[in-house]
């Protein structure tokens, strides 16, 4: 979930109801691979569409019934981090959405 949550950082996840699922959260959900914690990038009749931030092409459809929660909460070390407002929401939506253009530098760096 780099560049927004970083391995080691802790947070705390609460059920919603679907109904209240917004694009840009970041979600708990059981995967094919195994548990996996996502920013919501669409939800579909039956599925809901998931996108790691740090991913620059992979999507994972789960069934609405294997999403566990949303990140309520966010910790490195004993600070907050801005994860769940609806500000944090646009700013990883938006970094969603220039995917190609990240490929496009990574390549040039790489």
Not at 26 to 37: N, T
Request: charged content about 25%; proline content about 4%.
């Amino acid at each position: 979930m780099r560049p927004f949550i970083y391995e080691g950082d802790k947070v705390t996840v609460k059920a919603i109801p679907l109904a209240d699922l917004r694009n840009g959260m970041i979600a708990l959900a059981h995967a094919d691979q195994g548990y996996v914690l996502h920013r919501v990038v669409g939800v579909q009749e039956n599925h809901i569409a998931l996108a790691g931030d740090g991913n620059l092409s992979q999507i994972e459809l789960v069934e609405q019934s294997k999403l566990m929660g949303v990140v309520q909460q966010a910790f490195r070390a004993d600070k907050a981090l801005p994860v769940c407002t609806g500000w944090s929401r646009m700013k990883g939506m938006l970094w969603y959405y220039v995917r190609p253009v990240r490929r496009v530098f990574k390549k040039m760096k790489g």
